[in-house]
């Protein structure tokens, strides 16, 4: 039984295909299945149902599939600590944003990881806050850029980036355009353009809202703020967007500060309580926590690490 066999099974197992579990492992389809086929001629039994469009795995499968993840998680596990004992970091880090983030910080962040390790794989992907903290709670990722409102999520620390007010943005013929303000009533009288629940910026409305016993008539919503700038413009609504978004767009969208209350959103860069344990992904948290206190945050007041 060798390590490479065992591979290709969990591969072909969890994708359902041998030939995206092929991919998947960077070997050519036909070495795939005869190395799987060896493996269940070595225990005399069949591990794969290939009568099916899909693979699926037999009851023998089903038994052996947790095995076979524990070794190869055993082996890494110990490559890992033989790595970090010689000082070598290598691995790979899950790294998640917010859609259509658009800030500098992250890739700068990583170019400089990448720079000082270089043996280190990183896979990056987008998604809104809420399900980036669900990622985050099951180990799914590393670190992530989330959106935030109100209070941090248990569970998580991060610091914060980003802490700006949310404008109002309106074509500048729009009847609201001449104006500098609005209270956040007055807001909710017109039909809104703002990006979906699980985001940062929505949440922010909608607290504000629920706190006043009023609720806002999203008429459309986006999940790229970019998308909601353009809807404004097109006169589909008032779109509601963080100051910096707006501004982006000051030659089509006039922005209109909200008042009573004013609202506002962070962007943190957040990773689970304790930290994870793979070395990899310790020493990019190490590195987000050293460039905050190095820069004092980045338009963050004070850059502090919040828990």
Do not use: K
């Not at 790595?83 to 790294?95: P, Q, S, T």
């Not at 980036?161 to 017109?190: N, W």
């Not at 190490?286 to 502090?304: C, S």
Request: charged fraction near 20%; charge should be neutral; include cysteine.
């Amino acid at each position: 039984m060798e390590l490479r066999q065992l591979a290709y099974f969990v591969a072909v197992a969890e994708e359902r295909s041998f030939t995206r579990g092929a991919e998947r492992a960077h070997v050519a389809q036909p070495g795939v299945s005869a190395q799987i086929r060896r493996l269940e001629r070595e225990l005399g039994e069949p591990l794969l149902d290939r009568s099916g469009r899909t693979v699926r795995l037999t009851a023998v499968g089903e038994a052996f599939l947790p095995y076979a993840e524990a070794a190869l998680q055993a082996v890494a596990g110990a490559r890992l600590a033989v790595d970090e004992h010689r000082g070598l970091v290598r691995g790979r880090v899950a790294v998640g944003m917010v859609v259509a983030c658009g800030l500098p910080h992250v890739p700068d962040l990583l170019e400089r990881f990448h720079a000082a390790h270089p043996a280190v794989e990183i896979a990056l992907s987008e998604a809104n806050s809420d399900d980036l903290v669900d990622g985050l709670r099951a180990a799914q990722l590393d670190l992530a850029v989330i959106g935030l409102a109100g209070e941090r999520p248990d569970g998580i620390e991060s610091v914060v980036i980003i802490d700006e007010p949310l404008v109002a943005a309106v074509p500048h013929g729009h009847p609201l355009a001449p104006r500098t303000t609005i209270g956040l009533r007055s807001l909710a009288r017109h039909a809104i353009v703002s990006m979906p629940r699980g985001t940062g910026v929505r949440a922010a409305l909608d607290q504000a809202c629920a706190a006043a016993g009023i609720e806002a008539a999203v008429a459309f919503e986006a999940g790229d703020p970019r998308v909601v700038a353009q809807l404004a413009t097109r006169g589909l609504g008032v779109a509601v967007l963080p100051a910096s978004v707006a501004s982006r767009h000051r030659e089509d969208l006039h922005a209109v500060a909200v008042t009573r209350p004013s609202l506002r959103s962070r962007m943190e860069i957040a990773w689970r309580a304790g930290g994870p344990a793979s070395p990899a992904a310790r020493a990019l948290i190490a590195q987000v926590e050293a460039t905050t206190a190095r820069d004092g945050g980045a338009g963050a007041p004070g850059g502090e690490r919040a828990a």
